[in-house]
């Protein structure tokens, strides 16, 4: 097993030559990242105005294919919005999967609602659209005014969150028309997915909303912020007014008309987004070659490398391997972080944490399989 990992090590120091410690996944500053964020303070406009905020969203809404998109903080902050916007109220039921960043479910709890955790597919490590076919068959019922309420807690499930795991997308599809059927909105957590595609169409772009990431461990970074994207009007004209304090718009008068949110990415964030947005054709293509030479590696070698299902194209934010078991998962982190190369394990299980050990589950068998096995493996741009 040693050996295996060692030729792994030497595999792994060949490509990030003159790195001692190789991080998971390091930010990329190549293009015009210094000369826009000088910008921004000759300008003076530094916060939640300015051009580069709206130019951000242009480009995103372009990248995307989607008619609008609206710049946040942060992740989680586009999630949430993104729940609010959706009609998800305090008390209501959120369906998303176990296997996650705790973001998903944290912001389920911020809009006031209860993850309700449904398994993933072991082959796209994303919401399963068997598993949530057969968990609402069990457990959901429609209401003659058109509600969906889950039968056992008696709760409105008020919207989906499935999450495009390390960038592989899920059966999107699927699971939006088993939604559809339900008359639950869903929302895609495509935090991880900028530059994935399922059939042809980018992540973020099948459910009703789609919320992305640009934290500094992400494909593309501006330090914190985030996006959502729709192709609905009135729900991107609430989404901006709700996360611009609810400002109704007057040259100097201050009035709000809801409970609104600072929620709108600054200026200087979106400068850095702007200049990341340029060279995402160029990212994504060199961490396809990373992912080209990974997957000759591992053709003959210890540890099955994760592929997009098929007509899914994947990013590549994290390169992903499947080990044989818990011992041997544990006995390769050991051994890589010995030697400075960094690796990490997936996410344990959301139900496992203490917030959210009493939410309903369906069950978990494919989660708990993959929780056992996936390691995430050095992905960083090389120069
Ligand atoms: C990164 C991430 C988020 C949150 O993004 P932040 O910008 O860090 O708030 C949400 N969901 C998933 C799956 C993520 O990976």
Known sequence: MTENFQSFIAFVREQFPGHDFIPLHAPYFGGNEKKYLLDTIDSTFVSSVGEYVNRFEAMMAEITGAKFAIATVNGTTALHLALVAAGVKPGDEVITQPLTFVATANAISHAGAVPVFVDVDRDTMGLSPEALKSFLAENASINNEGICFNKTTGKKIAACVPMHTF???????????????????????????????????????????????????????????????????????????????AKQPHAWEFAHDDVGYNYRMPNLNAALACAQLEQLENILANKQALADRYKDYFADSEGQLVEPIARAKANNWLHTIILKNKEEKEAFLKFTNGQKIMTRPIWRLMNKLPMYATCQTGSLENAAWLEERVVNIPSSYRP
Do not use: W
């Not at 869903?186 to 042809?200: C, F, N, Q, T, W």
């Open 167 to 245: 960038g592989f997308p899920l059966r999107i599809d699927e699971v939006v028309e088993i939604c559809d059927q339900y008359h639950i909105p869903v929302i895609e957590d495509a935090a991880e997915s900028l530059g994935s595609y399922y059939k042809d169409k980018h992540t973020g772009n099948f459910g009703l909303m789609g919320t992305f990431s640009f934290n500094g461990n992400k494909t593309v970074t501006c330090g914190g912020g985030g996006a959502i994207i729709t192709n609905d009007d009135a729900l991107a004209k609430k989404l901006k007014h709700l996360s611009t304090t």
